[in-house]
Structures are given as C-alpha cells and as structure tokens.
C-alpha cells in the first residue's frame, strides 16, 4: 500500500520563475492539503484540494495555486517565486476534507530553494 | 485567525529523564492532535484528542487536552534516544490544520 508521494525530491530555482511540484496522495484518500514548512517552524497550511476543488486556503498569496487530478493527485503552482518561498512543502492525504475527523497523512516533502 | 504556541521551543535531557511539552490555541479547538518529525524527515501523525480532559497513552508517551480545549501537552516518560526528533501540536478549525512551532527534543546518551 503506498504512500503520499512527492516529486521532485529537490528543485533550485532563481526568482521570478514558477514551479510546479506534484503529490499522489496514500491508496484510497481523496483528500489533499499542501503545506509550507520553513526552516524551524511548523508546517504552514496553504489549501485543501477534494473532490477537485479549492475547499479552504490559507494566508498564502494568489502566487500559490494549485490543481486536483480526478485520479486525486494534486499540483502545487507557485509563480514570481521570491527568496522567501524557500522551504520544504509537504502534502497530506486524508480520507475526506474534515481536519477534525480524518487523519492526514505526510509525504516526504519537496525542498525548494529560491536562489 | 488561530494561533497555536508551543513551548519550550528546544529541549535537551540526558537519556533517562522526562519530557515534557506544552501547547495552547487561542481559540476553542474541535481536536488537537500530535506529530512527531525526524530530522530531514516528514511529520508522522501520532495521536488526536477530542474530548474535553482527554487523557491517552501510547507506551512512554503520555497526552493530554484541557478542560478549555484550548490547551494539550505531550510527557515522555525516560527518554531515548529514539525519541529524538521535533513534536508539533496541530489545532483543527473546518478544513485546516494549524500547527504551533513544535519542540525539539534532543536526547544525551
């Protein structure tokens, strides 16, 4: 049975340009929410993708968007990207959209520098 | 919006001795739940309190979520050196997850 996985496992980038990172969320969950953790912090929730909608965002800038497949996979979009976007991003699968009631799941993450 | 706390925010012990970690919200939460995270790895969940005074056990690990919902600590009875790493507490509100800043336990063999 696998797991979230993310890909790429690393990515350099100067600023101003985009990336897109990608997500396939653990076998049987529909649910996908992207997260980004700074050095030292904790994960910082950006949104929540189910049932191929934006179902809730977090205070991240309209540079952050993304994408969910109907096989349930998800893109993160992040445009103009500045020095400050450097971090690891971190998806999570659940089996439903409920922070309350479904446990989420992490994947290995993406660490993305900006230089 | 929700903020989430933790402290202390790092945590040194000698193999043996106990730890313990404090979170508080804001805000009234629906649950409050813990992660543990490796270094260079990602967080794995751990537990999820719902009921007011909630109190659960996992081995070593003891949680605990407040009266208020407002509030939860993490105690580690006799650390290892396994249980180096850095634990989050995580606040639900709808859809999301706020997560504190978490405390890194550093354990001396």
């Known amino acids: 049975d696998a797991g979230v996985t993310q890909s790429p496992t690393h990515l350099i980038k100067t600023r101003g340009q985009q990336v897109t990172l990608r997500c396939s969320p653990k076998s049987g969950h529909d649910t996908v929410s992207w997260y980004q953790q700074a050095l030292g912090q904790g994960p910082q929730f950006i949104f929540q993708y189910y049932e191929e909608e934006e179902r809730q965002r977090g205070n991240f800038p309209d540079r952050f968007s993304g994408h969910q497949f109907p096989n349930y996979s998800s893109e993160l979009n992040v445009n103009a990207l500045l020095l400050g976007d450097s971090a690891l991003y971190l998806c999570?699968?659940?089996?439903?959209?409920?922070?309350?009631?479904?446990?989420?799941?992490f994947g290995p993450g993406t660490r993305l520098t900006v230089l | 919006g929700q903020q989430v706390m933790q402290i202390p925010q790092y945590q040194h012990v000698q193999e043996g001795e106990d730890f313990t970690t404090y979170c508080n919200s804001s805000?009234?939460?629906?649950?409050i739940q813990w992660y543990k995270q490796r270094p260079g790895g990602h967080p794995v969940f751990l537990i999820q309190?719902?009921?007011?005074?909630e109190v659960k056990k996992q081995k070593r690990l003891t949680f605990q979520f407040g009266e208020a919902k407002k509030n939860s600590s993490l105690h580690i009875t006799a650390t290892q050196t396994t249980d180096v790493g850095t634990y989050f507490c995580a606040g639900s509100a709808g859809n999301m997850l706020t997560f504190g800043g978490g405390t890194r336990l550093m354990v001396k063999p």
């Open positions: 309190l719902v009921k007011s005074g």
């Open positions: 805000t009234t939460l629906s649950n």
């Open positions: 999570a699968s659940s089996l439903g959209p409920s922070a309350s009631t479904d446990t989420q799941y």
